[in-house]
């Protein structure tokens, strides 16, 4: 069984820095890109960031480039992202995702997500 | 930048074909996807390249995507099916959502 399990949200201040990381398990973590994609309270799905299999390529949405870093550990089977300088419009749920979210590789499997706050 | 547009809530009887679309400049040129979130829970993939269902999705769910408008369709719309229905394409090297749908089986 496919499972995404992220953890690492909270609260944090504007400006401050948090890193998310998300265990896969159930599949062969290396055949697959991994993406994060967030969700607003009450809102749509936003696309933050992909992350090729070996982790040579990452893609960003251009609302966090410069502050998000996406990274991936395939002897851990884990995806992370660091998220630097904060803002309150960062406040989301954020989920782990399974696949690039390009062309013929679609976000097939999704985690329960992790809440961020950003607050003072 | 570039937008994929989704109205806002579609209403079906049960047991009627619901149909959601999605609209986007030559989105018929790339491939789109369709994601189904229910209150509370994560969203699961529906439709991907643009009328191919992942295992387990019902065969009542059906997709088409040509000019500028990806369509999903939900035949037989079962009470179940309520939910909220996002269409994905990516785009520059930007995956893009649309809006959202919330479809309403009355």
């Known amino acids: 069984e496919v499972q995404l399990v992220e953890s690492g949200g909270g609260l944090v201040q504007p400006g401050g820095s948090l890193r998310l990381s998300c265990a896969a398990s159930?599949?062969?973590?290396?055949?697959?890109?991994m993406s994060w994609v967030r969700q607003t309270p009450g809102k749509g799905l936003q696309w933050v960031a992909n992350i090729q299999q070996e982790g040579s390529e990452k893609y960003y949405v251009d609302f966090v480039k410069g502050r998000f870093t996406i990274s991936r550990d395939n002897a851990k089977s884990s995806v992370s992202l660091q998220m630097n300088s904060l803002r309150a419009d960062d406040t989301a749920l954020y989920y782990c995702?399974?696949?690039?979210?390009?062309?013929?590789?679609?976000?097939?499997?999704w985690g329960q997500g992790t809440l961020i706050t950003v607050s003072s | 930048s570039y937008d994929l547009t989704q109205p806002p809530s579609v209403s079906v009887s049960p047991g009627q074909t619901a149909s959601i679309t999605c609209s986007g400049d030559k989105l018929g040129d790339k491939y789109a996807c369709w994601y189904q979130q229910k209150p509370g829970q994560s969203p699961v993939l529906v439709i991907y390249?643009?009328?191919k269902r992942p295992s387990g999705i019902p065969e009542r769910f059906s997709g088409s995507n040509s000019g500028n408008t990806a369509t999903l369709t939900i035949s037989g719309t079962q009470a179940v099916d309520e939910a909220d229905y996002y269409c994905?394409?990516?785009?520059?090297?930007?995956?893009?959502f649309g809006g959202g749908t919330k479809l309403t089986v009355l």
């Open positions: 159930g599949f062969t973590f290396t055949t697959y890109w």
């Open positions: 995702v399974r696949g690039g979210l390009y062309g013929g590789n679609p976000g097939d499997y």
């Open positions: 994905q394409a990516w785009v520059s090297g930007t995956a893009i």
């Open positions: 390249e643009d009328s």
